[in-house]
């Protein structure tokens, strides 16, 4: 089937701003979206630039608004956008060039709320650190993220507050927040309770949204909402 | 971080949100024009008096309308915000809860709007 793009481009070195390209493609339905932009790319515009590296939806460095939504343009398929696709580079960070942005600001964000476990005891028998099935549940959502970015920017209080932690880093804060072999969880819940932490959230649910791997994000922040209230 | 909004393609959660700040700050706008009024009679029930007729003028009465609409919806829609916080199931039922709240809106608005449509028609 023929696909009409249009692309947003931005070379910094040549535009004051940015400026949509429009490209056809021959595309078979059930080809993805990222097969389309290496087709451009190869064939029509070697100069369109773009990430991607696993093309399977599991390094999460291909995340772009495709028709006005956040997604992964490796598990999106043609089909199910039609004869026209409009691709935008995620919003709220700065374009280094066409849909490539700078994502420093994101990674530490999720630097400060020590995304590792903290624990300086000695591992149990065995040199394992020992958790049921059931404390493992607890965090399983969370342990899902590749880190894509695709949340943090739909969400629109990202878009004009440049403290907010965004909802990546608290996904990760999460993951170790809850799992009972970590000690660090009062440190990340401090920063979490700060201004630029979860309060910011207004529960607009535009992460959970546009989450590839189908994360509940919301409900990720919401429990730590409540456990700063609680305790729990 | 460089904010470049230039269109985002709303989910409902986001439209429901964007409505909850719009119609938190019209109300609240409401209010300072409410406090304002309420200061004046401090100089005399002749100027309040004489200022009531701004409040019967038909441009304001249809801006009440619209600050009843926006006090249902932010009502309802607060309602909804408060389930999602507080109810750990609340998330699962986030868009639900929306519509529910609009049903609550349509039911409280409709009957209210009409009231106020044929009075203000009657003064006409
Ligand atoms: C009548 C006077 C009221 C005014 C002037 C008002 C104003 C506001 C404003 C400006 C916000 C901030 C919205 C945001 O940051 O996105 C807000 C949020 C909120 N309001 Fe109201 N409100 C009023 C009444 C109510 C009522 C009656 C309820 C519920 C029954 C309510 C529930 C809420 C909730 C839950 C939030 C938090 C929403 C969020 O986090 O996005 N409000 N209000
Ligand atoms: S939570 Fe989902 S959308 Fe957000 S960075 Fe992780 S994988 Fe991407
Ligand atoms: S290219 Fe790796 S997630 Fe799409």
């Given amino acids: 089937m023929q696909v009409q793009f249009r692309i947003e481009r931005f070379n910094p070195d040549q535009d004051t701003k ?66 026209k696709i409009t691709i935008e580079p995620m919003l709220g960070f700065r374009v280094i060039k066409d849909l490539v942005v700078d994502m420093e600001d994101f990674f530490a964000s999720y630097r400060t709320l020590q995304p590792y476990l903290v624990n300086d005891e000695p591992p149990g028998v065995g040199r394992e650190r020992l958790q049921t099935p059931e404390e493992r549940e607890i965090f ?15 969400c629109p209080i990202t878009w004009t507050n440049e403290d907010f932690l965004g909802p990546a880093a608290i996904v990760n804060a999460h993951r170790f927040i809850y799992d009972s072999r970590d000690h660090g969880a009062n440190e990340r819940l401090d920063v979490l309770n700060s201004k630029s932490g979860v309060w910011r959230c207004r529960t607009i649910f535009n992460c959970t949204e546009a989450c590839p791997r189908g994360i509940e994000v919301t409900r990720a922040i919401e429990q730590i909402k409540r456990t700063l209230l609680t305790g729990e | 971080m460089v904010s470049s909004y230039r269109g985002y393609r709303a989910p409902q959660g986001m439209l ?41 003028h038909p441009a304001f009465v249809v801006g009440q309308i619209a600050l009843i609409a926006s006090v249902y919806y932010h009502a309802a829609n607060g309602i909804r915000i408060i389930l999602v916080d507080f109810w750990s199931n609340g998330y699962k039922y986030e868009r639900q809860l929306f519509y529910g709240a609009m049903t609550v809106f349509f039911i409280a608005f409709i009957p209210t709007a009409t009231i106020m449509i044929m009075a203000l028609l009657d003064e006409l």
């Fill in chain 1, 18 to 83: 940015p400026w949509f390209g429009e490209y056809t493609v021959d595309v078979e339905p059930t080809d993805r979206v990222l097969d389309a932009l290496n087709l451009i790319k190869w064939r029509q515009d070697g100069t369109l630039t773009f990430r991607r590296s696993c093309a399977h939806g599991v390094c999460g460095s291909d995340a772009m608004r495709i028709n006005g939504r956040n997604r992964l343009a490796c598990k999106e398929l043609v089909r199910d956008y039609g004869s």
């Fill in chain 1, 140 to 154: 399983d959502d969370t342990t899902k993220c590749i880190m894509c970015g695709a949340c943090t920017t739909a």
């Fill in chain 2, 16 to 56: 429901s949100w964007a409505l909850h700040r719009l119609t938190g700050l019209g109300v609240l706008l409401f209010l300072f024009l409410h406090i304002i009024d309420i200061f004046l009679v401090g100089y005399g029930p002749e100027l309040f008096d004489d200022l009531l007729f701004i409040y019967h």
